[in-house]
């Protein structure tokens, strides 16, 4: 039960193991609110894919937007209203906004796709076709 008082003495529960992991990881020095999303980008080809942990959003809270050369995924918790405040001990779960871009230099962003499903937003990005030059026979005159 005292694992649950939010007062700082510091007794080893797991609230205390978690708060020490995120201040001695790499989002120690930008504010445990607003991590951005963790990417992989993967080879696959004719196309990247693209893969970003955002777990907690709701595919409606979800933009991607396309500028020029530039992707942008950006999201955003909105708080609920109606929700009621009284009766936390501890409340660590926040709302906020992320936003990360991408340089699609190289990429046909008219054929982008994506899909969002338990927390993971994928993104495949095929690669503009290089085109080759046609061969052509010289005639000798």
Same mark, same amino acid.
């Given at each position: 039960m005292f694992d649950l008082i939010p007062f700082e003495h510091r007794n080893g529960s797991?609230?205390?193991?978690f708060d020490r992991m995120m201040n001695d990881s790499f989002f120690g020095g930008l504010g445990n609110e607003y991590a951005p999303c963790r990417t992989d980008i993967i080879d696959k080809g004719d196309k990247y894919q693209l893969k970003a942990d955002m777990p907690g959003f709701n595919k409606e809270d979800i933009n991607i937007d396309v500028q020029g050369d530039q992707l942008t995924i950006s999201a955003e918790? /909105? =708080? =609920?209203?109606n #929700?009621? /405040? /009284?009766?936390?001990? *501890? *409340? #660590? !779960? !926040?709302y906020g906004a992320l936003s990360r871009s991408f340089d699609i230099e190289g990429i046909d962003a008219d054929r982008i796709t994506a899909a969002y499903k338990n927390g993971v937003l994928q993104l495949d990005l095929p690669k503009v076709e290089k085109s080759q030059p046609q061969g052509r026979k010289v005639q000798i005159h």
């Open positions: 797991i609230f205390d193991t918790h /909105k =708080e =609920e209203a #929700e009621d /405040k /009284k009766g936390f001990v *501890r *409340r #660590e !779960r !926040r």
